[in-house]
């Protein structure tokens, strides 16, 4: 196994070399649960790259959501370079699923936008997988939904050897086997072609392409070669070549699987008729038997995946294979934002089961339809080996699970959690007043959040007619607004954001020195203990930082989040005065911060763009409005999750592509 290796010109500082000796100490010695609780900037990720590099195990990184997970790939991929680091997420530029409205008689049939490159990461990590032991799969909840098994994945293989004598016509009858599609004319991803004695391939999950030269039925040279461009990047022995589609089965198992279909489909029906369901039978009888004519004639049909259980043989019930399966049983799991994420992973199977239900119920799909769905949270647990959770703010559950909660709150910058304080909501308005005064006399600006849309429209509002300057944000503002507000607010074209949930991951303010909550005492997960953590969080990247809470109690999430943060403070603190760290906030700085920002945000968009525009082709017409939907959603994506300068520039790129047209 190649060893994985960390490179980044950063040592750990602060309480990271702690951290990582502890967690990767725990994993050594055979605990299956722990958390790293961390502060916000205290380089997380950083730390769970160095845990991997001091254990040595391929390992899982669970995020969220998508635009997360693209974060943490990029962070990974800069430090494993020499490693495999592969991105696992939905597939989906736009996905709605099969469903029936009962109440309405509505069938609504699935419609979905496949984005090529994303499912070329995907099928990507499930070779390196079959491969390499040195591998990083960074992924979403997709993880836990069906897959085909490692062992019949690992032998739906295509391989051909240099100076082995081959039957071409049953080498591409394999390829066709494989789900590649024949077309002499175009070489594109998941496609091959012959011209007399050279036979060309482009893998699914391949950047590059094979051209073989034979002699009459011997192999005579292999060549791995740049499909856009023709260049020839070299030469080799012997070729590997795995499924175009995740959902591949032999022939063997899917002639196996036509009893059983068939045999599920009579019982059914005999139980429709016998409950006088005929139009359900009807209805079911017709669509069971055109799938059952497409497996047989071609071996895939629409939907193939609604077969899964019984192409798989696996009994009623029984839990599916997903990615998890591929990955080494001795592996490492971290899953990040674990607050959020693990509520997710244990929603999953319930939300997919309602649906499917309807379906099975009114003649749409057979009961083994339900049996094509992801894991519950306990198969999922299950599957994990040693699991790290990774947050801010853990929950009750990861805490009680784990052998230790390992902490994290020195940030290498020095800069400690901001102080906080509980005032009265009566005079509030006159207080805030006072405070941001205070703020724009010193360069910094300030966040108010409040719990509607319309109190924040009048607050800003009444703050205006008092001469200052400030704008809100909430859903309803348009999305290539936000990019604006946000922009104007580092530029100080403005002092004051109100908004009410501004605690999105790229939310990066180091000019805001101040942070009013109004009604803090109010019960509601905008005001729990895990939102108000996350809200004292955003004001400790600026050396002044201050949170003040206006409350007419003092509730229970306040107090521990005071609490918190006070003891956080107190650790800071003691650090910085034995190593001599003097926080700061050096005016430059938020001017570096921008740039760097938005270097990092062009980056991102751009990398975005990019792998959009290598699965589709602008010449065409209708790839050509493909794109573009693909373009909106991504930027929608990003407005989403409050990354405004991404959004922008995709925006922008939009706005050229249109023009080219």
């Known amino acids: 196994m190649r060893q994985f290796e960390v490179v980044s010109p950063f040592k750990p500082a602060g309480d990271q070399s702690e951290a990582i000796a502890a967690l990767a100490g725990g994993i050594n010695a055979g605990d299956k649960y722990q958390v790293l609780q961390g502060v916000t900037g205290s380089g997380k990720t950083f730390t769970m790259a160095k845990i991997i590099e001091a254990v040595q195990m391929p390992t899982l990184v669970l995020s969220h959501n998508k635009t997360l997970a693209a974060q943490l790939y990029r962070e990974f991929k800069g430090f494993f370079p020499h490693n495999a680091v592969e991105y696992f997420v939905s597939y989906y530029d736009y996905y709605q699923p099969e469903a029936y409205v009962a109440s309405r008689d509505l069938y609504i049939e699935k419609d979905a936008s496949i984005n090529d490159e994303i499912e ?52 591409m009858r394999r390829f066709v086997e494989l789900q590649y599609e024949r077309n002499d004319a175009v070489l594109e991803r998941g496609r091959f072609r012959r011209r007399g004695d050279t036979l060309e391939i482009y893998p699914a999950y391949m950047e590059e392409a094979y051209r073989v030269d034979l002699d009459w039925d011997v192999v005579e ?10 260049e020839v990047l070299e030469e080799i022995d012997r070729a590997l070549i795995y499924p175009a589609k995740q959902f591949v089965m032999p022939a063997e198992m899917v002639r196996n699987a036509m009893d059983s279909i068939k045999q599920e489909l009579a019982d059914r029906l005999e139980q429709f008729r016998s409950e006088g369901k005929i139009m359900e039978a009807e209805r079911l009888k017709t669509r069971v038997e055109y799938d059952i004519e497409m497996l ?20 009623p019930g029984e839990s599916p294979d997903t990615m998890v399966d591929y990955i080494p049983k001795k592996h490492l799991t ?20 309602s649906r499917k239900q309807n379906l099975v119920d009114y003649g749409f799909r057979l009961p083994c339809a339900l049996d094509n769905r ?24 990861e805490v009680e699970q784990s052998v230790r909660v390992v902490q994290q709150l020195i940030r290498p910058t020095g800069l400690l959690d901001p102080e906080i304080e509980v005032r009265p909501s009566e005079g509030q308005m006159e207080d805030i007043y006072a405070e941001v005064q205070k703020r724009i006399a010193c360069g910094e600006r300030a966040l108010i959040l ?3 849309k319309k ?17 809100y944000i909430h859903s309803e503002v348009e999305t290539i607004e936000r990019v604006e507000i946000l922009t104007q607010l580092r530029q100080g074209a403005f002092d004051i954001l109100v908004g009410i949930n501004l605690l999105r991951e790229g939310i990066d303010l180091p000019e805001v020195s101040f942070i009013a909550i109004l009604d803090a005492d109010k ?49 800071q603190i003691a650090y910085n005065k034995k190593h001599g760290i003097t926080p700061a906030t050096v005016k430059k700085a938020i001017a570096d911060i921008l740039t760097r920002h938005a270097e990092e945000a062009e980056d991102s968009a751009m990398t975005t763009v990019e792998v959009l525009k290598k699965s589709h082709n602008l010449l065409i017409p209708a790839q050509r409005k493909q794109l573009l939907k693909a373009l909106e959603s991504e930027m929608l994506e990003h407005a989403k999750n409050l990354e405004f300068e991404q959004a922008a520039l995709i925006r922008d790129e939009i706005s050229k592509i249109k023009e080219q047209g």
Request: proline share 3%; hydrophobic share 40%.
């Open 120 to 171: 070329r990461m995907r099928l990507s990590a499930a070779r390196n997988l079959m491969e390499r032991e040195d591998v990083i799969i960074v992924a979403t909840v997709s993880c836990i939904y069906g897959m085909v098994t490692p062992e019949v994945y690992r032998k739906m293989t295509a391989t051909f050897s240099k100076g082995e004598t081959v039957n071409v016509d049953t080498l």
């Open 221 to 230: 040279k292999i060549r791995r070669f740049n499909p856009v461009s023709g």
């Open 296 to 315: 047989t004639e071609m071996g895939y049909c629409p939907g193939i995946e609604n077969y899964s259980a019984l192409l798989a043989g696996r009994k």
């Open 334 to 353: 971290f899953i990040d934002e674990s607050h959020v994420t693990l509520p997710q992973l244990g929603a999953m199977y319930a939300g997919d089961r």
């Open 374 to 397: 992801p894991l519950r949270y306990d198969e999922f647990e299950a599957r994990l080996d040693k699991t790290v959770f990774v947050s801010a703010t853990p929950g009750k559950t």
């Open 450 to 452: 409040t719990l509607t």
């Open 455 to 471: 109190m924040a429209e009048d607050l800003t509002d009444y703050l205006t007619g008092l001469g200052l300057k400030v704008r």
């Open 523 to 571: 019960i509601g997960f905008l005001r729990s203990l895990t939102s108000l953590v996350q809200i004292i969080g955003r004001a400790a990247r600026n050396a002044a930082g201050k949170v003040i809470m206006y409350a007419d109690r003092m509730s229970g999430a306040m107090e521990q989040a005071i609490s918190e943060t006070a003891r956080r403070r107190e650790i």
